[in-house]
């Protein structure tokens, strides 16, 4: 178990420009989630993948956002056309799809939109 | 928007003296779980108590479950400077969907 990987740890862009994250979850672990996370708030839903299918997306996810998770391995979450806004701490999650696990989450990447 | 709301919102104890946090929540839930968070790391899973469980422990944590007053909190006895960090409980709502709710968390201050 060599817990969930993100990358890059630190993203610094101009608005407008556009961003890519990578996270590599738990090997075993069919239940992939993104989250954001802004100063002195507790993480808020981004999306869900079950394997490869993205069975849910949170009405933060605007046309801006997708995520993709090839062959159900990895995750990539993509934010187009940056915007101040869009400057967070995006964290990854993974759990096994049995019901009533816990999340197992990476360190994160912190977006700052210049 | 968040359904789960921590208190107090911080908190600053001596080492040595127990912390008490709560959270409540808005609907019914399959399970509610809590995490410990570092500034600038992720998420570090503490607890799960399932909706039919009222109390858990789990080393120096005691976490319990009032669904009828859709409360939890959770208990660091003999608190550590390590444990000083933001809580965090989150649900899992029984509504059909896999979205997972965070609170506003409580930041705990252990001083030496």
């Known amino acids: 178990d060599t817990g969930v990987s993100q990358n890059p740890r630190h993203k610094i862009t101009k608005r407008g420009q556009n961003v890519t994250f990578r996270c590599d979850p738990i090997?075993?672990?069919?239940?992939l989630y993104w989250y954001r996370q802004t100063l002195g708030q507790g993480p808020e839903f981004l999306t869900y993948f079950q394997n490869e299918a993205q069975l849910e997306k949170s009405r933060l996810l605007s046309d801006r956002f997708s995520a993709e998770r090839p062959k159900g391995s990895f995750s990539t979450l993509e934010i187009q056309r940056t915007e101040q806004g869009d400057s967070a701490m995006y964290l990854c999650?993974?759990?096994?799809?049995?019901?009533?696990?816990?999340?197992?989450f990476g360190d994160g990447t912190r977006l700052s939109i210049l | 928007s968040q359904q789960g709301e921590e208190d107090p919102q911080a908190l600053s104890i001596q080492e040595g003296e127990n912390a008490t946090m709560n959270c409540s929540y808005k609907t019914s839930i399959n399970n509610l779980q809590w995490y410990r968070q570092n500034s600038g790391r992720g998420l570090v899973h503490l607890i799960l108590i399932r909706s039919n469980e009222r109390e858990k422990h789990s080393g120096r944590l005691r976490v319990t479950l009032d669904t009828s007053k859709k409360s939890s909190s959770l208990l660091i006895t003999a608190s550590r400077a390590a444990d000083t960090a933001s809580y965090f409980c989150a649900t899992d709502p029984t509504s059909g969907t896999y979205k997972y709710i965070f609170g506003t968390g409580t930041r705990l201050k252990v001083l030496a």
């Open positions: 090997s075993e672990h069919n239940r």
């Open positions: 999650a993974s759990s096994s799809g049995t019901g009533n696990q816990p999340q197992h």
